[in-house]
């Protein structure tokens, strides 16, 4: 069975009096994604500055790699790596440089440290800009030079803030792929995003923080099966049998385009085949139709009354 690389319970924290956190229970287990989501004041960056040990918290307990993080300090931030929103890196040094200098604070030998720089810099595909100044590396390069960074003392846990805010489609798919390759290997990475889409592809659970308390949690599936909102969506070639469609459908509602229908809560594969099967006993024709299921951008403005998703506060 899956070990907890993040345990949490109860943990409760506030500040001047006002409850920011209000009895929150995590279980991340060892080698998967998972992404914390809510709202802007939600409480995310308290709670992921509780697990990085920054903020003591005021209750509840906090293990990290099976160490608690108020007793075992040191033992908790010798495990683990964060990568903040923007990139940690020295624009005056190389990329080679920068890796090397995080090798020295991390006390490697010279021979242990070459070899970590030279495998991190082939890993993030930074080899032929290995000796450039960082101040001339695009966005993407610098995302990917700052992960590499965390990664020098080989930690198993790893605290991703927004990895690909501001990086172009391709950029952003390629640190995707470094992500899913580091678990892979077996790294436990703890991600926040503005980007739901992101958490879609990438996590294996998601909670959803609102108000200091989680107000859902579950695969990204688990949720989107929490929301009402299946439908198909059928176009007609014209008018006349878009109106008999109406008459056969006297449930289906008009759709955002012209000579479009709505049938809301068919998108199982027989409901599809009795729906169609019905229309054509009535000879009508779909020229076109689509299933359409809720995605995360419909559970968070489900959970939280919200369409947007900050991850700042």
């Keep these: 069975m899956t070990s907890s690389a993040i345990a949490v319970s109860g943990l409760r924290k506030a500040y001047k009096g006002r409850t920011v956190l209000d009895g929150i229970d995590l279980d991340v287990r060892a080698g998967t994604v998972f992404s914390l989501l809510g709202p802007n004041g939600a409480g995310k960056t308290t709670t992921v500055n509780v697990l990085t040990t920054l903020t003591s918290p005021?209750?509840?307990?906090?293990?990290?790699?099976?160490?608690?993080?108020?007793?075992?300090?040191?033992?908790?931030?010798?495990?683990?790596?964060?990568?903040?929103?923007?990139?940690?890196?020295?624009?005056?040094?190389?990329?080679?440089?920068?890796?090397?200098?995080?090798?020295?604070?991390?006390r490697l030998g010279s021979a242990e440290g070459k070899r970590i720089v030279a495998g991190l810099l082939e890993r993030f595909d930074l080899v032929d800009s290995a000796q450039r100044l960082v101040s001339t590396y695009s966005g993407g390069m610098r995302r990917k030079l700052d992960l590499?960074?965390?990664?020098?003392?080989?930690?198993?846990?790893?605290?991703?803030?927004?990895?690909?805010?501001?990086?172009?489609?391709?950029?952003?798919?390629?640190?995707?792929?470094?992500?899913?390759?580091?678990?892979?290997?077996?790294v436990?990475?703890?991600?926040?995003?503005?980007?739901?889409?992101?958490?879609?592809?990438?996590?294996?659970?998601?909670?959803?923080?609102?108000?200091?308390?989680?107000?859902?949690?579950?695969?990204?599936?688990?949720?989107?099966?929490?929301?009402?909102?299946?439908?198909?969506?059928?176009?007609?070639?014209?008018?006349?049998?878009?109106?008999?469609?109406?008459?056969?459908?006297?449930?289906?509602?008009?759709?955002?385009?012209?000579?479009?229908?709505?049938?809301?809560?068919?998108?199982?594969?027989?409901?599809v085949r009795d729906l169609l099967n019905r229309l054509a006993e009535h000879a009508i024709e779909v020229e076109e139709f689509s299933v359409h299921t809720p995605d995360l951008d419909d559970v968070f403005l489900a959970l939280t009354g919200r369409a947007d998703v900050e991850v700042n506060a």
């Design 58 to 106: 005021d209750g509840g307990t906090v293990r990290i790699a099976g160490r608690d993080v108020l007793t075992e300090t040191k033992a908790v931030r010798a495990a683990i790596g964060v990568t903040g929103q923007f990139a940690a890196v020295d624009e005056l040094l190389t990329g080679r440089e920068n890796l090397q200098l995080m090798a020295e604070l991390k």
């Design 148 to 186: 590499a960074m965390t990664l020098v003392g080989g930690p198993r846990i790893i605290f991703l803030d927004e990895p690909t805010t501001g990086l172009d489609p391709r950029s952003r798919r390629a640190m995707w792929g470094i992500i899913r390759g580091l678990v892979a290997d077996g």
């Design 188 to 271: 436990t990475v703890f991600l926040t995003t503005q980007y739901l889409d992101e958490a879609d592809q990438l996590a294996d659970r998601i909670a959803v923080l609102d108000h200091g308390r989680l107000v859902a949690e579950g695969s990204p599936e688990q949720l989107k099966r929490q929301i009402a909102g299946s439908h198909v969506r059928l176009r007609f070639a014209g008018v006349a049998e878009f109106e008999a469609a109406a008459k056969v459908l006297p449930d289906a509602t008009s759709g955002d385009e012209s000579l479009t229908l709505r049938v809301a809560g068919a998108g199982g594969v027989k409901s």
